[in-house]
């Protein structure tokens, strides 16, 4: 399946707004989960994606989507690590030009194909163009019960990334530097 990636910015924010609002899209989270959002807890799925439109609006980096042809089929979430909250106990805000990988979405029809690698790809890409000098990720073992839209730590390693930590007890910490 040929595939092309791109930034979701204002101008392409109407597909993103279709890939998360399709059935079985993330639209209850709008990939605000690691974000800044007052009143979290109980914000709603219409909450947080205005937010989500603003911090684009805004300029501020968020992620990549994936078109095959004119169907968008998915996301990662990759961005400067300052955009989030803190996301490892160890982390350390000095350390500048760090980007995050703290997500992934495929469509159902599109999934067990791959695309997940080549969004990892795509975004470690992206990050590397806009300078960051390590990416760092989150992912989970394959049978984790929780947190597996952040991704599994086998197709992270596969592609270079060495464990650096733990983020609580089941989010490894894992670092790629060029």
């Not at 998360?20 to 639209?27: D, L, V």
């Not at 979290?40 to 968020?62: E, F, H, L, Y």
Request: hydrophobic share 40%.
């Amino acid at each position: 399946i040929d595939l092309d990636f791109v930034p979701v910015t204002s101008q392409t924010w109407p597909d993103f707004e279709t890939l998360f609002e399709q059935s079985g899209g993330p639209k209850y989270c709008w990939c605000m989960s690691w974000r800044e959002l007052a009143g979290r807890q109980s914000s709603s799925g219409a909450d947080k994606k205005r937010a989500m439109k603003s911090t684009i609006a805004a300029g501020t980096p968020v992620g990549i989507i994936a078109r095959a042809g004119e169907e968008v089929v998915g996301w990662c979430s990759v961005a400067p690590r300052l955009s989030f909250r803190k996301l490892s106990p160890d982390q350390n805000d000095n350390e500048k030009d760090i980007w995050s990988i703290v997500c992934f979405f495929v469509a159902r029809p599109h999934r067990a194909v791959g695309i997940g690698a080549r969004l990892l790809e795509a975004a470690v890409d992206h990050a590397f163009k806009s300078g960051a000098s390590a990416v760092e990720a989150y992912p989970v073992d394959p049978d984790s019960p929780s947190f597996r839209f952040m991704g599994f730590k086998p197709m992270f390693a596969a592609r270079g990334f060495h464990e650096t930590g733990m983020a609580g007890s089941r989010r490894h910490v894992m670092r790629l530097v060029r």
